[in-house]
């Protein structure tokens, strides 16, 4: 593996956005090639390293895509690299509940050898800031915490009280961050708001981390510490398909723009490589594309624009034909509303016989699911891992045939060509549904 460096910190909020975002951009324009990494099923956070480092973003999730294929994917993103940086997620040591730090960040250092640098967030504290170093390097003796980024610190007398309260740790503090408010980004109920539809304020916003890393961190030390970690061999995760060799390329639509941003990188290569000629569309202003042979519709906010999608009548009815024709279907989350009837008291697409409605509540956490119905997708009794991160509820207004089994009940709705529901999957674990939804789409071509 290239040299790397994963940026944890004690908890939500510290900044590790900021400084992770910071350092991709910071070192690319220093002359590196940068890899860009987030730990967990974030969907925005990747797309603002996209910004930082010109490379796809990518996400590492030992709960979604088993700990086995960490590694993998990591050197599948990493090539062409010659340094990663990986964002973490809440706390260092925080995983899925119920587990001892399973899928956390130190779960995944721990899987890549890499060594960790700490943003912690010093606003509220001064020497104390010592004794949450020094906990967190004495919690796991296994994760190796090779420097300290102090953020948001207020002056330079502060500066220098923290500086004491680490200095007995043995942990070198790598920089320090003061506060800069050029550094808010907009947010909504799901998050920040992704960098795709914010395009000039992400810009700015990543131009402005870099600058504060540039000024307030040790850059070379940073360097210095991503080409610490030791040696670790692993083979590059590779989207190979045993569909790959067919000579039938058939369409498969894959909705993106501003409602559909929330998608892995992994899934269109593995629809690559499954045979299948991926097209992207906006879905607020184009129609199916030519010669559509299969439709993937992933996450998204379409609750935040449900009249301007509701406004493009012409894909409403394009979809609503399809389906009806036969049309093979995977939709996740943003999906599933956009093929109910309305959303919000708005006309959809009309495939699901169901109506969904923006709520207060939030659904959020992994979950494992059980293939409720067989699909041309999953096989009844199917076991996944996936993760559900909305605010949105549907109401059913028939009987319809579930598309898993939770430990809560059923969710998400099946027809014979249509696997809809709010389960988030990392293709990666499950390389053949990709495979059946691009043989599905052969089918109907032929």
């Known amino acids: 593996m290239i040299p790397r460096v994963v940026v944890a910190a004690p908890a939500s909020g510290a900044g590790k956005t900021t400084v992770a975002v910071g350092l991709m951009a910071a070192l690319r324009r220093a002359g590196h090639v940068v890899a860009g990494f987030k730990v967990g099923p974030d969907y925005i956070d990747p797309g603002f390293h996209a910004v930082?480092?010109?490379?796809?973003?990518?996400?590492?999730?030992?709960?979604?895509?088993?700990?086995?294929?960490?590694?993998?994917?990591f050197g599948h993103g990493a090539e062409g690299a010659d340094l990663a940086v990986v964002e973490g997620v809440m706390g260092l040591y925080d995983g899925a509940l119920g587990t001892e730090g399973f899928s956390s960040t130190a779960h995944v250092a721990k899987l890549l050898k890499s060594p960790v640098v700490l943003v912690v967030d010093a606003s509220a504290a001064g020497r104390s800031v010592g004794?949450?170093?020094?906990?967190?390097?004495?919690?796991?003796t296994e994760?190796?915490?090779?420097?300290?980024?102090?953020?948001?610190?207020?002056?330079?007398?502060?500066?220098?009280?923290?500086?004491?309260?680490?200095?007995?740790?043995?942990?070198?503090?790598?920089?320090v961050l003061r506060r800069d408010t050029r550094l808010t980004v907009p947010s909504r109920h799901?998050?920040?708001?992704?960098?795709?539809?914010?395009?000039?304020?992400?810009?700015?916003?990543?131009?402005?981390?870099?600058?504060?890393?540039?000024?307030?961190?040790?850059?070379?030390?940073?360097?210095?510490?991503?080409?610490?970690?030791?040696?670790?061999?692993?083979t590059p995760w590779t989207p190979e398909s045993p569909e790959s060799s067919a000579a039938v390329q058939p369409v498969v639509a894959v909705a993106a723009g501003p409602v559909f941003s929330f998608h892995y990188t992994e899934t269109t290569e593995l629809l690559t490589a499954a045979g299948a000629d991926v097209v992207t569309f906006d879905p607020l202003v184009d129609p199916l594309p030519d010669a559509t042979a299969a439709l993937y519709l992933g996450g998204g906010f379409p609750e935040l624009h449900a009249e301007a999608l509701s406004a493009n009548v012409?894909?409403?009815?394009?979809?609503?034909?399809?389906v009806a024709d036969g049309l093979p279907v995977i939709a996740e989350c943003a999906g599933l509303l956009y093929l109910c009837r309305e959303l919000d008291g708005h006309p959809m697409t009309g495939v699901l016989p169901a109506t969904a409605r923006m709520t207060s509540r939030l659904t959020l956490g992994y979950r494992t699911a059980v293939a409720a119905t067989s699909t041309a997708f999953f096989d009844e009794g199917r076991r996944v891992r996936g993760h559900e991160f909305h605010r949105t509820t549907i109401d059913l207004q028939a009987d319809v045939q579930p598309a898993w089994h939770l430990p809560g009940g059923v969710e998400g709705i099946t027809l014979p060509n249509v696997h809809a529901s709010y389960l988030h999957l990392h293709w990666t674990?499950?390389?053949?549904?990709?495979a059946r939804l691009v043989a599905a789409a052969r089918e109907r071509v032929r």
Not at 161 to 174: F, Q, S
Not at 193 to 220: F, K, M, S, W
């Open 429 to 434: 674990a499950t390389p053949d549904v990709p």
């Open 314 to 322: 012409e894909l409403r009815k394009q979809v609503a034909a399809a």
């Open 52 to 73: 930082a480092t010109g490379r796809p973003g990518r996400n590492l999730d030992p709960m979604l895509s088993g700990e086995e294929l960490v590694g993998p994917l």
């Open 131 to 140: 004794a949450v170093v020094q906990g967190f390097v004495a919690f796991d």
């Open 190 to 234: 799901l998050g920040l708001i992704p960098a795709n539809e914010q395009q000039t304020q992400a810009e700015q916003a990543v131009d402005a981390a870099a600058e504060l890393v540039r000024q307030g961190v040790d850059l070379q030390a940073v360097i210095a510490a991503a080409n610490s970690a030791p040696p670790h061999q692993t």
């Open 143 to 175: 994760i190796r915490i090779v420097g300290v980024i102090l953020n948001k610190v207020g002056s330079d007398r502060h500066e220098a009280e923290v500086r004491a309260g680490v200095a007995p740790t043995g942990v070198p503090v790598l920089g």
